[in-house]
């Protein structure tokens, strides 16, 4: 079965520096667009950045952009977020999903991401 395993998460200080990463297996991985998305207590999943199926193409939140970057090893079935700049706002769960939408603008709607892992917890002290 298909599974997204995150890790890389744990405790910063806020101008402190992040990166996760999400290895997946059941799957094709370079058929799938990925995306990772974020829930901090109380608040709905949103997300934060995709990419495409090849790297080539990218999408990230406005509050995000400019500090996180996504990107992906199709060798090594891993797809990762690197943080810079951590605020207490990122504060989360940070969560990897796998899209079957192959083609153009990597998604960013959590309805059109399959498989999501199980999440891992990214905190920034102040």
């Known amino acids: 079965q298909v599974q997204l395993v995150e890790s890389g998460g744990g405790l910063v200080q806020a101008g402190g520096s992040l990166r996760l990463s999400c290895a997946a297996s059941?799957?094709?991985?370079?058929?799938?667009?990925m995306g990772w998305f974020r829930q901090a207590p109380g608040k709905e999943r949103e997300f934060v950045a995709s990419?495409?199926?090849?790297?080539?193409?990218?999408v990230y939140a406005d509050s995000v952009k400019g500090r996180f970057t996504i990107s992906r090893d199709n060798a090594k079935n891993t797809v990762y977020l690197q943080m810079h700049s951590l605020k207490p706002e990122d504060t989360a769960v940070y969560y990897c999903?796998?899209?079957?939408?192959?083609?153009?603008?990597?998604?960013?709607?959590?309805?059109?991401?399959?498989?999501w892992g199980q999440g891992t917890q990214v905190a920034v002290s102040s």
């Open positions: 999903a796998a899209s079957i939408v192959c083609f153009g603008v990597p998604p960013s709607k959590k309805y059109e991401y399959a498989y």
């Open positions: 059941g799957l094709t991985f370079s058929n799938y667009a």
């Open positions: 990419i495409s199926w090849s790297g080539g193409s990218t």
